[in-house]
């Protein structure tokens, strides 16, 4: 927006019913200049406390965010249309795991021992929080995605300005009051609303100094250029197009199973969802069949019917996009689903859709689609389901299903991306690293490197002699 734009007033809606929540006004220049001038002023103060204080206002702020948790998973399934189990039972508690752990991970240092690597000096490395950043999160899962994100870098002593998605900030705004409430400094947790032009104005301000986006790789790749000049940091957790590998030796049963969740989950907008099954020749026709029967047990509904296993997708827009792969391809055969289901008259749900005959060079295979749809392919060897797989600019998740230890390294060492799971597909923890290879970025949100994501090395070297007339001085200048 220019200088004397008014900013944008903008509806957040049930994805479900289409029923507005609230309305928000997007972030202008006047609001993030605000806001990073106050992440400024408090880095500081935050910076300087010690690991233990930052720690306890932490573990507060996760012991109110568990406490509220049934009123902002509510809050959560309202704003994404997912179903509540999800938030409630997936989402929530995942949250409050991973902020628990880096609020102890900030009390442990992990750096090489100090040493002596030359006469008379000694050397050691701390790590040090690298100041006010920004954080982007994206709209399939705010409050998770926030907290993936506020966490460690509020562990490692920076201040934040953090930017909701623009059609999903009402729990962003929620657990920042919370923040509050637990004690830590205002200005420590800023929030800005808004889209495309508030997260411009935001990266492009000189007093960030590190930018944490995840999101789709064409975002991804404008923030990079957005923070060049300014040689800012970047973290980029971005697109993906996860493999699902069945090999013939697979317990059939449980890979069907795991295949409908990891496939269809959140609508099938997940960054690590199941969306290329490669299956084995062999078992082809029967997985085919069983996961066929299996998805069409799928239920969509409204978020708070128990009974819904699958919302709809989170915009119009979003919808349209998703069904244009659909309508461009060519000499496919649609399995199940691919249209809108009768019985829900309002909100942009679309039925779970099974893809045959698809080309593994078509876009249905190369690009990320984000929504509900799947391709099944066959495979004849293990050579073949690994280039198969290999065989995308996306790098993020992948998984394989075999009865064959031996084979189940072999082909997790070959897969180009940054989890492979084995014999499930899904599960993260807090302990273990997310991010990608390739066009799905870099950087690791999760776990212990997180946090190192989120600080700078230094290097403190100290003389212990009091002598002027050292070795090293004597070598520099030829001396004798």
């Known amino acids: 927006m220019t200088k004397n734009q008014e900013p944008l007033k903008r509806a957040i809606l049930n994805p479900a019913t289409e029923e507005t929540l609230a309305r928000v006004k997007d972030a202008g220049e006047k609001e993030v200049n605000s806001a990073v001038s106050l992440a400024k002023k408090t880095f500081p103060l935050w910076a300087s406390k010690s690991p233990a204080e930052r720690a306890g206002l932490l573990f507060a702020w996760a012991n109110l965010i568990e406490e509220n948790s049934a009123r902002l998973a509510h809050l959560e399934s309202q704003n994404t249309g997912k179903p509540l189990k999800l938030s409630q039972d997936g989402d929530l508690p995942f949250a409050v795991d991973n902020l628990r752990f880096f609020a102890s991970s900030a009390r442990v240092s992990e750096t090489p021992a100090s040493a002596e690597y030359a006469t008379g000096y000694m050397s050691f490395l701390k790590r040090e929080p690298i100041g006010p950043v920004a954080l982007i999160t994206p709209w399939n899962y705010p409050l998770m995605m926030a907290i ?100 013939e030796d697979a317990d059939l049963s449980a890979a069907i199973q795991g295949a409908v969740v990891a496939s269809f989950v959140n609508a099938g907008q997940d960054c690590t969802a199941a969306t290329r099954l490669y299956v084995h020749k062999k078992v082809f026709d029967r997985f085919t069949a069983d996961f066929v029967r299996e998805t069409k047990k799928i239920k969509l509904g409204l978020f708070d019917d128990p009974q819904t296993d699958m919302g709809p997708l989170i915009s119009e827009e979003h919808r349209d996009r998703v069904e244009g792969f659909l309508e461009r391809a060519k000499n496919i055969k649609i399995l199940l689903g691919g249209n809108r289901p009768s019985h829900l008259k309002r909100g942009f749900f679309l039925s779970p859709t099974i893809i045959l005959n698809a080309e593994q060079k078509s876009e249905l295979v190369q690009k990320e689609i984000f929504g509900p749809v799947v391709c099944l392919l066959p495979f004849k060897d293990e050579a073949e389901a690994i280039q198969l797989s290999n065989d995308i600019e996306y790098g993020l998740a992948a998984s394989l299903w075999t009865a064959n230890t031996q084979r189940a390294l072999r082909v ?11 014999n499930d597909h899904l599960p993260l923890t807090s302990e273990t690293p997310h991010g990608g290879f390739n066009q799905s970025g870099f950087g690791k949100d999760l776990s212990r490197m997180a946090l190192e994501e989120y600080t700078v090395i230094k290097h403190i070297m100290a003389d212990m002699t009091g002598d002027i007339r050292k070795p090293w001085h004597y070598t520099v200048f030829g001396k004798k």
């Open 148 to 247: 993936w994100k506020l966490a460690p870098a509020l562990a490692a002593g920076n201040s934040c300005v953090i930017k909701p998605a623009e059609l999903t900030p009402l729990t962003t705004l929620e657990i920042a009051k919370l923040a509050l409430q637990a004690g830590i400094p205002e200005g420590v947790i800023n929030v800005v609303l808004g889209g495309e032009e508030t997260g411009k104005l935001l990266t492009s301000r000189p007093e960030i100094k590190m930018i944490s986006f995840t999101g789709d790789t064409s975002t991804g790749r404008k923030i990079m250029s957005q923070a060049a000049p300014t040689v800012k940091r970047a973290h980029l957790e971005l697109g993906g197009k996860a493999p699902f590998i069945v090999f």
């Open 412 to 422: 997790s060492s070959a897969l180009r991306f940054g989890t492979v799971w084995i």
